[in-house]
């Protein structure tokens, strides 16, 4: 499917263009804000790049990367809110009454998206990355190398590397198209792979020792102390969760992050055949059969004990569990 006409109207009828992605971004929601601002500027659309949240440090390689910064819609006509399954994931850029004196197309790939938009365009798409190349198609824009890294680290983030069951021959013919433009798939999964800092060791190490299995779930944590006694961030926790998943036998990770602040971080993965998005929806979240989360108010061992509940009944309910 192409990009529908309502979003390249909108896209062609705006003066200024403010692009956000959502909040503690990952590939996808950066490489998606870039690539897709960089080419209406190349329409001619003035156009801002915005995140609540700083770019990780993984991500630092992306071109245009001091570009994105913390601000809020002002004289911009157009918001384009990208990867964002909820205004929540807008983060701090989030103001109900600016919103709605603006025009809001949301771009988005997960099941979960509440279409806040003016114009949603949200479809089952590997990655946001991946519409935002039909949308520059779409709006005859010619790719460049800046843009076609920016997409294609997009793809490379949420396929974990074409590892996904949603890597279709669609998503490689888009990846095809992006490396022909002149993206390099070996530096991207370079960058984005190999970025292993002794304190990312330190704490893998701790949190692995003290996972925990149970009826097809394992589940890890991590805490302000665990981060301070490895000098980590949380940014060190990324893909955490994913090695989880891959332990034999088990149908649902679950990493809980406590962030110090009475709020509780959920980050869910499921394995092939388990849908592990309802339980996250049904917390506050949101997100993708596979990979999920939301935050939930309360300690460490309630909110374990809550959401441990919660993914066992919906294995039962999948089956998985007698
Ligand atoms: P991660 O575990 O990598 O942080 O997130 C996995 C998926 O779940 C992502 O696609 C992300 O969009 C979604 N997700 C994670 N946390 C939240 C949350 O608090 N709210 C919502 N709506 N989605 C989330
Ligand atoms: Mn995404």
């Given at each position: 499917m192409t990009a529908p006409a309502e979003a390249t109207a909108l896209i062609r009828g705006a003066q200024r263009i403010i692009c956000i992605c959502h909040v503690m971004p990952d590939g996808d929601a950066i490489g998606s804000l870039?690539?897709?601002?960089?080419?209406?500027?190349?329409?001619?659309?003035?156009?801002?790049?915005?995140?609540?949240?700083?770019?990780?440090?993984?991500?630092?390689?992306?071109?245009?990367?001091?570009?994105?910064?913390?601000?809020?819609?002002?004289?911009?006509?157009?918001?384009i809110t990208l990867d964002c399954s909820d205004t929540e994931r807008?983060?701090?850029?989030?103001?109900?009454?600016l919103f709605a004196q603006k025009r809001v197309l949301n771009i988005d790939h997960h099941i979960t998206n509440v279409q806040f938009g003016e114009v949603n365009w949200v479809e089952q798409r590997a990655a946001t990355a991946e519409m935002c190349l039909e949308l520059i198609a779409a709006l005859a824009i010619p790719l460049d190398i800046a843009i076609a890294t920016c997409l294609l680290t997009g793809i490379v983030t949420d396929t974990r590397s074409f590892r996904t069951s949603n890597t279709t021959p669609d998503v490689l013919r888009a990846a095809i198209r992006l490396i022909e433009a002149g993206a390099s798939l070996a530096d991207i999964n370079e960058q984005l792979n190999q970025y292993?800092?002794?304190?990312?060791?330190?704490?893998?190490?701790?949190?692995?020792?003290?996972?925990?299995?149970?009826e097809r779930v394992i589940w890890a944590e991590i805490t302000p102390h665990l981060l301070a006694t490895c000098s980590a961030t949380i940014e060190d926790t990324e893909d955490l969760?994913?090695?989880?998943?891959?332990?034999?036998?088990?149908?649902?990770?679950?990493?809980?992050?406590?962030?110090?602040?009475?709020?509780?971080?959920?980050?869910?993965?499921?394995?092939?055949?388990?849908?592990?998005?309802?339980v996250a929806l049904h917390l506050g979240g949101g997100g993708h059969p596979?990979?999920?989360g939301c935050i939930c108010k309360g300690t460490l061992g309630e909110i374990e004990t809550l959401v441990l509940k919660a993914t066992t009944d919906a294995l039962r309910a999948q089956g998985r569990l007698s």
């Open positions: 870039i690539g897709l601002a960089f080419a209406l500027r190349k329409m001619g659309k003035p156009c801002t790049l915005a995140c609540a949240d700083s770019v990780p440090e993984r991500l630092l390689f992306l071109p245009g990367v001091t570009e994105v910064q913390p601000v809020a819609p002002a004289d911009e006509d157009l918001i807008i983060g701090a850029l989030y103001d109900a009454d292993n800092s002794p304190s990312r060791v330190c704490l893998w190490g701790r949190a692995l020792s003290n996972a925990r299995m149970q969760v994913s090695f989880l998943v891959a332990t034999r036998g088990i149908d649902v990770a679950l990493l809980f992050t406590d962030r110090g602040d009475g709020e509780i971080e959920v980050s869910m993965r499921a394995a092939r055949d388990v849908d592990i998005s309802g596979q990979a999920a």
